[in-house]
C-alpha cells in the first residue's frame, strides 16, 4: 500500500504537556504562516517566530491570514487555533489533544450523567473557592446563593480598593463598546480565561460541554472550571485596567492576563484541578503523553465490566 501523502503527525509522546506550555498568544492584523516547527506572524513590521509545540492557545484576532501549513502545524503540536472578534470574543476551532486516552473524558461523563455524584463534584467545586467552609450538605440552591453573595463583596472591594464605579456586572456580548468601561474590562478578560481554561481541557481530552454547574452550552465544562479563577485573575485585573483609564482597554486586558500567567503556574493549577475533580485517586491517575506508552491501543466495551480487545472477530459464545 502506498503511503499517506504529507508529513507525519508528531508522536503525542514527543509534545510538550498541558501544564508546561505558553497560556496564549493574541494576534491580529498579520499573516500567520509556518517556518520549520514555529509559527510565524509577519506585519508591516517584521516576523515573529512563535514556538507551536509550547503554544497553549493561539488567539486570531481581526485582520488575520492563516496559511494551511501553520494550521496543520497547530494541529500537530496540540495547540489550540481561536479565531475570535474583534475584541476577543467567540471560539471557533481547536487541535488536536495531548492524549488518545479517554479515562478522563469516560470518568467526566460517569460523574455527570449521574445527579449524586454531578452535586459531590459541584461541591468539590465550590469548597476550592470557599476553603474555609463545609460544602457537604449543601444543595445546589444554597451553593448559588453563596457564590452570589462572594461574588457581589469581591466586586464591592476592589471597587473600593481602585476607586472605580461599580454597579452590577452588565453587558451585552453583541456590543462591547456598548458597556461601562470596567464591564468592557471584565469580558476580555474572561474570554481570555476562558480560551486557555478551554485550551486546557481539550488538551486533557476531557468534554468542554459536560459541565458539573453550568449546563446546555457546548462550553458548560470550560465556565465551570474558569470561575475556580475569575476571583483571583479576571476581576482584579479587570478593576486595575479600569482604574488606569487606557485607551484600548480590550487589549491592555488581555495583555494583563498573559502577563498574569506567563510564568506557567497557571496551567500547573488548572491541569490538577481538572485532575481532582474528575479522578477517584487523582494522586495516581496520570494525564498528558507520559501516561501512554502505546496510544494506539483500542478496548472494546463488555457489560460484564470487563474490556476486550478491538480488531478481532469473536464468536457468538466466546465471552460468555
Same mark, same amino acid.
Given at each position: 500500500?502506498?503511503?499517506?501523502?504529507?508529513?507525519?503527525?508528531?508522536? @503525542?509522546?514527543? $509534545?510538550?504537556?498541558?501544564?508546561?506550555?505558553? %497560556?496564549?498568544?493574541?494576534?491580529?492584523?498579520?499573516?500567520? /504562516?509556518? =517556518?520549520?516547527?514555529?509559527?510565524?506572524?509577519? =506585519?508591516?513590521?517584521?516576523?515573529?517566530?512563535?514556538?507551536?509545540?509550547? #503554544?497553549?492557545?493561539?488567539?486570531? !484576532?481581526?485582520?488575520?491570514?492563516?496559511?494551511?501549513?501553520?494550521?496543520? #502545524?497547530? &494541529?500537530?503540536?496540540?495547540?489550540?487555533?481561536?479565531?475570535?472578534?474583534?475584541?476577543?470574543?467567540?471560539?471557533?476551532?481547536?487541535?488536536?489533544?495531548?492524549?488518545?486516552?479517554?479515562?478522563?473524558?469516560?470518568?467526566?461523563?460517569?460523574?455527570?450523567?449521574?445527579?449524586?455524584?454531578? #452535586?459531590?463534584?459541584?461541591?468539590?467545586?465550590?469548597?476550592?473557592?470557599?476553603?474555609?467552609?463545609?460544602?457537604?450538605?449543601?444543595?445546589?440552591?444554597?451553593?448559588?446563593?453563596?457564590? !452570589?453573595?462572594?461574588?457581589?463583596? @469581591?466586586?464591592?472591594?476592589?471597587?473600593?480598593?481602585?476607586?472605580?464605579?461599580?454597579?452590577?456586572?452588565?453587558?451585552?456580548?453583541?456590543?462591547?463598546?456598548?458597556?461601562?468601561?470596567?464591564?468592557?474590562? $471584565?469580558?476580555? &478578560?474572561?474570554?481570555?480565561?476562558? !480560551?486557555?481554561? /478551554?485550551?486546557?481541557?481539550?488538551?486533557?481530552?476531557?468534554?468542554?460541554?459536560?459541565?458539573?454547574?453550568?449546563? !446546555?452550552?457546548?462550553?458548560?465544562?470550560?465556565?465551570?472550571?474558569?470561575? $475556580?479563577?475569575?476571583?483571583?485573575?479576571?476581576?482584579?485585573? &479587570?478593576?486595575?485596567?479600569?482604574?488606569?483609564?487606557?485607551?484600548?482597554?480590550?487589549?491592555? %486586558?488581555?495583555?494583563?492576563?498573559? =502577563? /498574569?500567567?506567563?510564568?506557567?503556574?497557571?496551567?500547573?493549577?488548572?491541569?490538577?484541578?481538572?485532575?481532582?475533580?474528575?479522578?477517584?485517586?487523582?494522586?495516581?491517575?496520570?494525564?498528558?503523553?507520559?501516561?501512554?506508552?502505546?496510544?494506539?491501543?483500542?478496548? #472494546?466495551?463488555?457489560?460484564?465490566?470487563?474490556?476486550?480487545?478491538?480488531?478481532?472477530?469473536?464468536?457468538?459464545?466466546?465471552?460468555?
Amino acid at each position: 500500500m502506498a503511503d499517506i501523502p504529507g508529513a507525519r503527525p508528531v508522536p @503525542i509522546s514527543h $509534545l510538550t504537556r498541558a501544564q508546561d506550555r505558553l %497560556t496564549f498568544i493574541y494576534l491580529e492584523h498579520c499573516v500567520v /504562516h509556518r =517556518d520549520a516547527n514555529a509559527i510565524t506572524a509577519r =506585519d508591516a513590521r517584521g516576523i515573529v517566530h512563535i514556538p507551536a509545540a509550547t #503554544l497553549g492557545a493561539l488567539l486570531l !484576532g481581526p485582520g488575520t491570514n492563516v496559511s494551511q501549513q501553520a494550521m496543520v #502545524l497547530l &494541529a500537530e503540536s496540540g495547540s489550540t487555533a481561536v479565531w475570535v472578534g474583534e475584541h476577543g470574543v467567540r471560539y471557533y476551532a481547536h487541535g488536536r489533544t495531548l492524549t488518545q486516552s479517554a479515562r478522563l473524558l469516560e470518568r467526566q461523563a460517569a460523574l455527570v450523567s449521574n445527579r449524586n455524584s454531578r #452535586l459531590q463534584v459541584a461541591r468539590a467545586m465550590y469548597a476550592m473557592r470557599f476553603p474555609d467552609e463545609d460544602t457537604t450538605g449543601l444543595n445546589m440552591q444554597q451553593l448559588r446563593g453563596r457564590e !452570589g453573595a462572594r461574588v457581589r463583596r @469581591i466586586y464591592r472591594n476592589h471597587a473600593q480598593r481602585t476607586g472605580v464605579t461599580w454597579e452590577r456586572r452588565d453587558y451585552d456580548p453583541t456590543d462591547f463598546t456598548g458597556g461601562t468601561p470596567i464591564n468592557q474590562a $471584565l469580558s476580555a &478578560a474572561n474570554t481570555s480565561l476562558y !480560551g486557555v481554561v /478551554h485550551a486546557v481541557i481539550v488538551a486533557l481530552g476531557c468534554a468542554p460541554g459536560l459541565g458539573f454547574v453550568h449546563t !446546555g452550552h457546548s462550553k458548560s465544562f470550560v465556565y465551570d472550571i474558569a470561575d $475556580l479563577y475569575k476571583t483571583d485573575i479576571s476581576i482584579p485585573i &479587570a478593576f486595575d485596567i479600569t482604574a488606569r483609564e487606557v485607551s484600548d482597554i480590550g487589549a491592555e %486586558t488581555r495583555r494583563a492576563v498573559r =502577563d /498574569h500567567m506567563k510564568d506557567g503556574a497557571f496551567l500547573e493549577t488548572c491541569v490538577r484541578d481538572i485532575k481532582t475533580l474528575l479522578a477517584d485517586q487523582p494522586d495516581v491517575i496520570e494525564y498528558g503523553p507520559e501516561a501512554f506508552e502505546d496510544p494506539d491501543i483500542v478496548m #472494546l466495551w463488555d457489560d460484564n465490566g470487563r474490556t476486550v480487545a478491538a480488531g478481532t472477530a469473536y464468536e457468538e459464545d466466546e465471552l460468555s
